[in-house]
């Protein structure tokens, strides 16, 4: 029994990892994912006493895949990817949101396809990466504006390959959030128009942790979350210097910052509203046939963890339980 014991005692703890062990964060190659560049880029992750190890992937979609994968421990994502896998599993949940945006997602369109208002979407072809924050926006966006969305084609398309399908006149427009937004009108050049009125929804990027990872190693999380502070701190402070590194990490022109820049708005929180935006798009996913129908509202609340941002950052979370 003794050496049972001890050996099951060994099994566990190599389930467990070790505190001062190496965290994989999964970031999307976005401005959304600004805080972490920065923090990376400064050094303030290990300034803190943390080890992280970023791995770079497309979208936030990807992100949290990569994470709900066992590739990474936390994952920068968007409001309506947490939404989406929130019907099928509760092992990840939200420590802070990074940065919120009302003019992030766009509609670009092509002019020569005689697109001059949200209207002329009806019978035309929109691609957009569905089950992003930018789908959701898009169905919005067409209901705002008195348009039916059963009238719109939607393609699906990963951010990647919207620019390529606009100017290769694949579709009509794309619906798609920074910096895939900027490269499709930098593609089409003078026949792109973005439509007027994209200040649908509130966009939130999010900081996700796996619950294994919550469970084991908050302490961590902490000095993550402390790290994560400066960073936004010299965001504010020093935009030249951040911009710098947004440019360089993301291989980004640096007309990109005057497009842009004053449409992010980077501080570190845990939000009521963010409840209530994630509510609002299960309503959506459920009423669109987006996830199986019958499924219950999850409730939200349950996939919050504000004790790492609470001890970080006090006063940064206003959620009310």
Not at 191 to 203: E, F, I, K
Request: charged share 20%; aromatic share 6%; proline share 5%.
């Amino acid at each position: 029994m003794g050496r049972f014991a001890v050996a099951l005692a060994l099994g566990l703890a190599a389930l467990v990892p070790a505190s001062g062990a190496e965290l994989v964060l999964a970031v999307a190659r976005s401005p959304h994912s600004l805080p972490i560049h920065v923090a990376e880029a400064q050094g303030y992750f290990a300034a803190e006493g943390v080890q992280v190890r970023t791995r770079d992937c497309v979208s936030g979609q990807r992100c949290i895949q990569e994470l709900l994968d066992g590739q990474a421990q936390l994952a920068t994502v968007a409001d309506l990817p947490i939404v989406f896998h929130s019907f099928e599993r509760a092992d990840y949940a939200v420590l802070a949101t990074l940065m919120t945006s009302v003019r992030d997602a766009k509609v670009v369109a092509r002019k020569s396809s005689g697109i001059g208002t949200a209207a002329h979407l009806a019978g035309k072809r929109v691609a957009t990466p569905k089950g992003s924050s930018a789908h959701f926006f898009l169905d919005a966006y067409l209901l705002i504006n008195g348009v039916d969305p059963a009238l719109v084609t939607v393609v699906s398309l990963p951010p990647e390959q919207l620019a390529d399908a606009l100017e290769r006149r694949q579709v009509d427009a794309v619906a798609v959030f920074e910096p895939w937004a900027w490269r499709a009108v930098q593609a089409v050049g003078a026949d792109a128009l973005v439509l007027p009125g994209s200040r649908t929804y509130t966009t939130t990027f999010n900081l996700v942790a796996d619950r294994h990872t919550i469970a084991a190693r908050d302490d961590e999380l902490v000095r993550v979350l402390r790290a994560v502070e400066r960073a936004e701190r010299l965001i504010r402070e020093q935009p030249g210097v951040a911009q710098s590194i947004m440019i360089s990490r993301l291989q980004l022109d640096r007309s990109f910052v005057g497009w842009a820049w004053k449409d992010f708005d980077y501080r570190l929180g845990l939000d009521q509203s963010l409840i209530s935006t994630l509510e609002n798009e299960a309503r959506w996913a459920l009423r669109e046939g987006h996830v199986k129908a019958g499924k219950p509202v999850p409730n939200y609340l349950d996939f919050l963890h504000p004790v790492p941002l609470r001890k970080a950052v006090p006063g940064a979370v206003t959620i009310v339980r």
